[in-house]
């Protein structure tokens, strides 16, 4: 909740990021109860989101085991009125101490798919890299020991800094950077095309912007792609 409270106040007082957030409020500072300069701008996200409350459950559990995990999850879904949306940080977390951490991962997943047909709940899952490829193009080896997810999940998406040279300097000079340049790339569309995405994110107010000026697309270029389409 810090964090979105950071967020939000970083959107009123850069008026919808539209210039510069000089010193933002940070989350850590709003856990701290540290709002100072900032009163205002926090009172008025504090009273939005009274307002308009968002259904947020947040559990950091210290053993996790899948199956009384999605147990627990079951018993949300009953109580809601549609389908929720369910975010798991981090994968290889539930493998948990395995000998055979790819086949008990294949296992975790299939649950999951299994769970999200019954549920028809969405799954967001966060999965680590392999340490060897954290300097190279984000791609299906980067993701570690998870061989089913490829298959089984329908969109799969990648996050990197934005760079056309990748060595440690680079990365670490581009991780200095306020707002950093970042980039999205799906790797796999089960129901579209592939894509990159560019963001602006600013770390110290836990935010990510549109960068506009990545890939521009003009009215022409949208309306020669809809009229060479088939969809009505």
Do not use: C, H, M
């Given at each position: 909740y810090s964090k979105l409270l950071a967020r939000e106040v970083a959107k009123i007082e850069s008026n919808d990021f539209a210039k510069k957030i000089e010193k933002p409020l940070t989350a850590v500072k709003i856990s701290q109860g540290k709002i100072y300069e900032h009163t205002d701008a926090y009172t008025s996200a504090v009273n939005k989101f009274s307002k308009n409350p968002i259904p947020l459950f947040i559990w950091e559990?210290?053993?996790?085991?899948?199956?009384?995990?999605?147990?627990?999850?079951d018993k949300i879904c009953a109580k809601l009125q549609k389908p929720p949306i369910i975010c798991l940080d981090y994968l290889q977390i539930l493998a948990g101490n395995s000998n055979?951490?790819?086949?008990?991962?294949?296992d975790v997943l299939h649950k999951i798919f299994t769970f999200r047909r019954r549920t028809n709940a969405t799954f967001i899952i966060v999965s680590s890299l392999n340490r060897m490829n954290y300097n190279?193009?984000?791609?299906?080896?980067?993701?570690?020991?998870?061989?089913?997810i490829e298959y089984s999940a329908d969109v799969i998406w990648g996050l990197q800094l934005d760079l056309l040279k990748r060595d440690s300097s680079t990365i670490d000079?581009?991780?200095k950077e306020i707002p950093r340049q970042i980039q999205l790339k799906c790797l796999k569309n089960r129901f579209g095309y592939n894509f990159d995405i560019g963001f602006l994110y600013y770390p110290n107010c836990d935010t990510f912007?549109?960068?506009l000026e990545y890939r521009v697309i003009t009215s022409s270029q949208t309306s020669r792609t809809l009229k060479n389409s088939n969809v009505d």
């Open positions: 559990l210290d053993e996790i085991d899948v199956d009384k995990l999605l147990a627990r999850l055979n951490t790819k086949a008990t991962l294949d190279t193009e984000i791609s299906f080896e980067a993701f570690k020991e998870t061989g089913n000079a581009a991780k912007t549109p960068n």
